[in-house]
Structures are given as structure tokens and as C-alpha cells.
């Protein structure tokens, strides 16, 4: 009972009838269609991340700026009932003074080479929550970050470049 599908994103981007886009397609590909968004007056909630380098992130946000429409990211951890009430103890002051945000996170198993290659790697793909989540919750952007990767589980992806080739990963916020 669909009235209209396709497999091509700009089919969706261009179409009049569309007010808004969900763009939920492989990280390298999310700078160019969020500004073809922008571009068609679509506003945009797009999965992380923005874009896979910082130059397309820029480009991204102000496309949409420009254009004047409403770009959102999924950081669906700033919905979850544990995290806000994470957050709710720590504005209530239930837990004091906030000295350190210390989050880990663990996917089961390591994602598909193919889906590595091209993404962004681990940062973008994993930490990006934890780094969301330690804005959320401590209520202001951080000062300095200090991180560091390495490759212990998939010795497949050592030969992708930058930090695709991490499986593993530390930040200090």
C-alpha cells in the first residue's frame, strides 16, 4: 500500500510532496546528501555521523544553515531512560559535584570489513556516543580531547586507512 518507493535517495531528496529526510544510508555518503537536502529545501534527521572528515561536517551544517532548514542527528542515547536519569541525579545534585563522565561501550562482535571501509572508522561510527554523551550529561562542550586507537580484534581492517583501521578505542575528554 506504498504509494511511491525507489532505491535512488535523490528520487526522495528531489520530490516535491517531501518535506523531510531521514538519511540512513552508509556514513560516506551523508555529507552529499544532506546538502542535496539542503539544496531542495528538505529538512534533514540524519544517522551519525554528520560526514566522515571535519571539512564535509562544516559543509553539511552550513549547507543547511543557509538553506534555512532544521538538520537533527541520531544520538538516540540522549533518549534513553537510563541516561536521563543519569542526567536527571546529576542536575538534582544526587550525586554531587560532577568530577569525571566515564562511559564504555562494546558492540558484540566487530562490524563487516565492507561496512568499516569507507565510514569513518570507530570514531565516528562508536565513540561518537560517548562523546555526545559526556556533552549531555556534563552540560557544556568539552576543552580538549585526547584520543587513541589501536587494532586488537579484526586484524582484517589493519589495512584501511586512519582510524578505520581501529577496532579499538580510548578518549579523554
Not at 40 to 50: A, M, S, T
Request: glycine share 6%; net charge negative.
Amino acid at each position: 500500500g506504498v504509494p511511491k518507493f525507489t532505491s535512488d535517495a535523490m528520487d526522495v531528496i528531489t520530490d516535491p510532496d517531501v518535506e523531510a529526510v531521514w538519511i540512513c544510508s552508509p556514513s560516506q555518503y551523508h555529507a552529499d546528501q544532506i546538502k542535496a537536502c539542503a539544496a531542495n529545501g528538505k529538512h534533514v534527521f540524519c544517522e551519525k555521523p554528520i560526514a566522515t572528515d571535519l571539512a564535509e561536517t562544516v559543509e553539511a551544517i552550513n549547507a543547511c544553515n543557509e538553506a534555512g532548514v532544521k538538520l537533527m542527528i541520531g544520538l538516540q542515547r540522549r533518549f534513553d531512560p537510563n541516561f536521563l536519569r543519569v542526567k536527571e541525579a546529576i542536575e538534582k545534585k544526587e550525586v554531587g559535584d560532577t568530577i569525571v563522565i566515564k562511559t564504555c561501550s562494546r558492540d558484540p562482535s566487530p562490524p563487516p570489513y565492507e561496512y568499516v571501509k569507507g565510514g569513518g572508522g570507530i570514531f565516528n561510527d562508536m565513540a561518537v556516543h560517548d562523546l555526545d554523551m559526556t556533552r549531555f550529561l556534563a552540560g557544556s562542550d568539552p576543552v580538549e580531547i585526547l584520543a587513541v586507537g589501536s587494532c586488537h580484534i579484526d586484524k582484517s581492517i589493519e589495512d584501511l586507512p586512519g582510524s578505520e583501521a581501529f577496532d579499538t578505542a580510548s578518549c579523554i575528554v
